[in-house]
């Protein structure tokens, strides 16, 4: 990935900005960056609306999206061939996992494939085992190329297959409510954890008075 | 073959042609889809200049209209404007429709239909037995003139697109049976941007591979310089409304139309 195609998106807002003032009169809904954040973030929606696709978890089984529900998730789309970013994303998560833990909240974290053809059930099963992640908190998701494409629409998820067979993708780190709302994400790699951990503590459905000092 | 040759001839020739509909407007249009054979799309940005290659398929001659919609969500309540669930658009979706099945006059029977989001846009296409093109799908069919199949290194196309884009209006303008391009294809610029299957491949500035950002260096055009034909503006114009696009988004310049693999 060279610094240009880092680069495109400035370029590409300004003459995304241009097409607007080009093409009508009106200012259509098109917010810039921060304002989609701040629409998505807090708009009553869950994401287990999303209940066409099909999905196969690391042990093969088949099921929907809204299997998930009924507890706080942390949701990251990756995929297990990937060397750069991906490695570091689930090192978050398992840092969140071992802070959560310790504060006792209950708490899921979700891997979606962003590479379906590749990552297989028996791929994703063996990824997990290889870094060790707990089969009753991780969920490894493989689904079509279809209900992917849709599934990181819904979650801002961007994604291009490279000649390389690389995969080059951005890096959100969404927190899901127990009923699946998008209450927290954290973009790129940058924010400190602290930032998503405050939005699990906050999000997770603890019993009251278990953990005073927090509330 | 033969059938789809002898429409993209009529259409060229602007022949009339039997309505497939009923006669809102004056216009007899064929909607039948036409076969476009396989070619190839440089994409704006390719790692040294992959292209990439597109197997025949098939497309909708015109966008889909208004009209078109309102029989949709007939079929489909949950994708009526009172019922839409917000996870798949938002607050805006099918804005200036009168009602949840009437989009407005017989006027506007036959406009493009905007506002809708990407979820909407491939629910319609999926109950059609169809598909949102992909962006090399759409860019190769879009890159014919009238006269040529690939006119994108042709300066004057380019700057009758740019043209076009600048004299678009909102509502966006009925369909009628102007000159296809030389696929067959209709109001690929003169109407509204159209969404494809993966309009969110175009990556922002997180992209992460390699974000250390230590090489980093900001230079004025910087962005120009990796794209494999800096020359094409309207293809940055395109490129750069996709990347501000969430599944969710709908504008009163934005809509769609559908396509099919052929098996």
Known sequence: ?215 | MLRSAALVLALALCLPLPASGSGVAAVSLDTAMVRVPAGSHLPLYANAGARIAVPAFEIDPFPVTRRDFAAFVRESPQWRRSRINPAFAGARYLDGWRGDLSFGTPHDALRPVTQVSWFAARAYCAAAGKRLPTTAEWEYVAAASEAETDASRNGRFIADVLRTYGARRTPVAPIDGAAPNRFGVHHLHDRSWEWVSDFNSVLMGDDSRGASGHDRRLYCAAGSIGATDPGNYPAFLRYGFRAGLEGRTTADNLGFRCARSIP
Not at chain 1, 13 to 21: E, N
Not at chain 1, 68 to 84: D, K, P
Not at chain 1, 114 to 141: C, M, V, Y
């Open chain 1, 1 to 215: 990935m060279s610094i240009l195609t880092r680069l495109v998106p400035i370029f590409a807002a300004l003459l995304g900005g241009l097409a607007i003032l080009a093409g009508c009169g009106e200012a259509p809904a098109m917010p810039a960056e921060g304002a989609v954040e701040a629409e998505k973030v807090g708009d009553r929606f869950s994401v287990y609306a999303l209940d066409t696709e099909s999905w196969w978890d690391q042990t093969g089984e088949m099921r929907a999206l809204g299997s998930l529900e009924g507890r706080v998730q942390v949701l990251a789309m990756v995929y297990t061939h990937c060397a750069h970013t991906c490695p570091r994303i689930v090192a978050d998560m398992l840092q969140l996992e071992a802070m959560t833990e310790e504060l006792g909240k209950e708490v899921g974290f979700v891997l979606v494939s962003i590479d379906p053809d590749r990552d297989q059930p028996g791929r994703l099963a063996s990824f997990a085992d290889g870094i060790g992640l707990d089969p009753a908190r991780w969920t490894l998701l493989q689904g079509t190329d279809d209900g992917t494409r849709a599934l990181a629409a819904l979650l801002g998820v961007r994604y291009r297959q490279e000649a390389d067979r690389e995969i080059a993708h951005t890096n959100e780190l969404t927190v899901l409510s127990p009923a699946g709302e998008i209450v927290h994400q954290r973009k790129g790699l940058d924010e400190p954890l602290e930032h998503t951990l405050d939005a699990l503590v906050a999000a997770a459905d603890t019993p009251p008075g278990s953990d005073p000092a927090r509330r």
